[in-house]
């Protein structure tokens, strides 16, 4: 059986008893953490908590682009479009939340743009609460920390 690592629940290698990703080593307690790891622990969970969110919304956002089809069938050329942009999104960030939660190194740029557009349409829309969770979810994703782990350059 694989093992996993406790603090980014990824697999670790039998042979090695540091984890590929957070460099911390898997048999340590978590009381035994040095503050940097802690920092390391924190972030990976934060990132994969993220990822999970983000392909939950995607997941929500494509549903919801389909039963907008369903409902805005005969209302014109401009509700297909917001209903394709719509279905557009959800696949993008349904994507990106799987990818995330892997740790992909894609997702650092690719989460700054997602998020920084969330951020517009949301500001666009009058939708102040949603842009404030897109602002804290890029803040995450954009720290230095999840450059580091995301590029492997711990």
Known sequence: MARKCKYCYTKANDNDTLCSIC?????????????????????????????????LGGLIGVVGAIVASVGLAGDGKNSLIIVIINLILG?????????????????????IVLYSLSIILCIVSFNIIAALFSGLFLYYVASKTSKNILYRQL
């Open 23 to 55: 460099k911390i080593d898997i048999n340590k307690d978590k009381k035994e953490l040095t503050k940097e790891e802690k920092k390391l622990w924190y972030c990976c969970r934060t990132l994969s908590l993220i990822g999970f969110l983000a392909a």
């Open 91 to 111: 696949i993008a960030f349904f994507i990106f939340g799987i990818s995330l939660s892997r740790y992909k190194q894609w997702c650092y740029y690719g989460g």
